[in-house]
């Protein structure tokens, strides 16, 4: 019996360091409630509880569809929650402990679990049901049992809550919760609506220019969500229904509150990843600290396949090969012989918006192995090892393009600010910024165009006018210069490499269309292809031609002797030399022959423009093509 009682204990001995290891500390819990006795919350797509002391979390749910916004019953007994498990988020009710979830809704829009009614019979939701494109939601309050679902009285309704007597909804008629803007002040900023279901009547009681959001109803106390403190930080804000006063509850300062529930005595709330309860009675704040158990199978070294989430690539100047981002590494894959190549091998970093160099020999790419992106550089073989060229330090950075000769690259951070990195005296200089905001996919698209003889960085950016403008800078001099004036909207400019021309987009064609339904007109397919000289010399390219009889031998013959008369090289270096008259530049733009419609992808080779048209709107037309403009011959041919 003794050594039966020692194996016992080695045995678990053994089985508790293996379970305590098998426990995760846990972040990223989202979407808490609280009861009389315990937390909900979701992590890893699931639903767990945990005592509200903290602890060990058992998991509620561990079907393969992703639940959300789970809510206690006022009893504590079930759980009502958002569950996507037959192709549509729809609302279920499972009891706290575990069994079989009921589902309530079948609309096929999607429907979200908000709270409970305080008579425990009736959950309510949100709804894009009746709002007809998915535009805004509607509250609802469907049987707890499973039945029909009646919609509140109110147009909009996104989060709402109800008084303990169920007379009056608290509701938000707009919402930011799943947006990225923080500390936004302008239409789109949340309020409360205070309804009283009894007489229709309502009142805002939070007419604030802040994010005001989440309403909780405890006796004469309704606790929200706002960002109107100092700081500007999302926190727990309470109103006197009475008096019509508010005070701020909390004060986290280095996050923003979100997601925060009500219950019987406490508020749960996440904060950075962690859950904290708000006490009712004192208003003390305690984090709770919660582990899961859990496999950790998601994070569990595996293979990958990657050949459907590359995110960019680029082509090698030979075209021999290509160069993908896909799942945070750098690849490499042969036009026809060779291997495909990881040449990151990075696993746990993210490397982005890969970039080739002109000369062929270098890959450019922003790396977070240091924590945060910053430029780097390997070679473009896979020998070597990468060096990182900047310490930008905090930030988001876009693709780095090339200068022709491979010594810079130019580049635009997330503030909308613009910079060119000199890689031979490893200088970061900051050449430009927008005062007008842009968003991440302008700036993911945003081109930087360099001359042929990497002096100049041409680029489009947003002006005071809110259309966008042509801007010119002088590397050496380090000066900008605004080409175009901002009228109209000026795209993707791009140099001739003969050093003759800068070609652009611009959207100043007008033809208008009037509409059946709107009474106005509409002025689609608005897109030119622009050409401007980059010396007062130069002519136009649509200048008046003249045919006479024996030009085309004299011009070969005086070309031929000039050439004669250059030393070796001399020819290459004159060329290279790229002259740009600045005064009254804009002035000398043409409108390229082409028929005006939807043009991206400008580009420029030797004497001829490519670009893609896209169909005409109103055309009923689908197809892309890649054509050119040959200015030889002047007309249009498709790319064969």
Known sequence: MQQLRWLGAVALALVVPALAAA???????????????????VYAGDIWIVPKAGG?????????????????????????????????????????????????????MPDRAVDWHPDGTRVMFASFRESGRLRFSQLYLAPAEGGIATKLPVPYGEFG????????????????????????????????????????????????????????????????????????????????????????VTNVSEFDVTFPAIGPEEI????????????????????????????????RPRQERVSGLTQWADVSPSGKRAAFVARGEVFTIPAEHGPVLNLSRSSGTAERYVTWSPDGKLLAYWSDRSGEYELTVRNADGTGEERKLTSMGAGFRYAARWSPDSKKVAFADQNMRFYVYDLDRNRVTRMDSSAVWMGHGQLANMAFNWS??????????????????????????????????????????????????????SNRNFEPVYGDFDNSWTYPNATAIMAVGLRADVASPLAP??????????????????????????????????????????????????????????????????YRRLPRTGSGDTATRLVYYDLAEREEKAWE
Request: glycine share 8%.
């Open 23 to 41: 426990q995760v500390d846990a972040r990223m819990l989202r979407h808490p409630d609280v009861s009389a006795t315990h937390i909900t919350f």
């Open 56 to 108: 060990t979390a058992l998991r509620v749910t561990s079907a393969p569809g992703e639940e959300s916004f789970p809510r206690f019953s006022p009893d504590g007994a079930r759980i009502a929650y958002t569950g996507n498990y037959d192709g549509n988020e729809d609302v279920y009710v499972i009891p706290t402990m575990g069994g079989v979830p009921t589902r309530l809704t079948y609309h096929p």
């Open 161 to 248: 809550a109800l008084s303990a007597d169920g007379r009056t909804l608290a509701y938000m008629p707009k919402s930011r919760d799943f947006r990225t803007w923080k500390r936004y002040r302008g239409g789109w900023a949340p309020e409360i609506i205070l309804f009283n279901l009894r007489d229709s009547s309502s009142t805002n009681v939070t007419s604030n220019e802040a994010n005001d959001a989440h309403p909780m109803m405890h006796g004469n106390t309704m606790y929200f969500l706002s960002d109107r403190g100092a700081n500007q930080r999302y926190n727990i804000w309470a109103l006197d229904r009475t008096s019509g006063a508010t005070r701020q």
């Open 268 to 299: 749960v709330f996440e904060a950075g990843g962690r859950l904290h309860l708000l006490s009712l009675a004192n208003e003390q704040v305690r984090e709770v600290r919660v582990s899961v158990v859990t496999d950790l199978a998601t994070v």
């Open 452 to 505: 042929s003889d990497s002096r100049w960085v041409t680029y489009a950016r947003p002006v005071t006018s809110s259309n966008t403008a042509v801007f010119l800078y002088d590397v050496p001099a380090g000066q900008l210069r605004q080409l175009t004036a901002g009228y109209y909207a000026d795209l993707q400019p791009v140099f001739d490499p003969d050093g003759k021309y800068l070609y652009f987009l």
């Open 545 to 610: 031609r003249n045919d006479v009889d024996g030009a085309d031998k004299a011009d070969k013959a005086d070309s031929a002797v000039k050439a004669d008369d250059k030393k070796p090289g001399q020819a290459d270096t004159a060329k290279k030399a790229l002259v740009i008259d600045l005064d009254g530049f804009e002035a000398r733009a043409i409108v390229l022959p082409p028929k005006p419609g939807n043009y991206t992808g400008l580009a420029a080779v030797s004497g001829k423009v490519l």
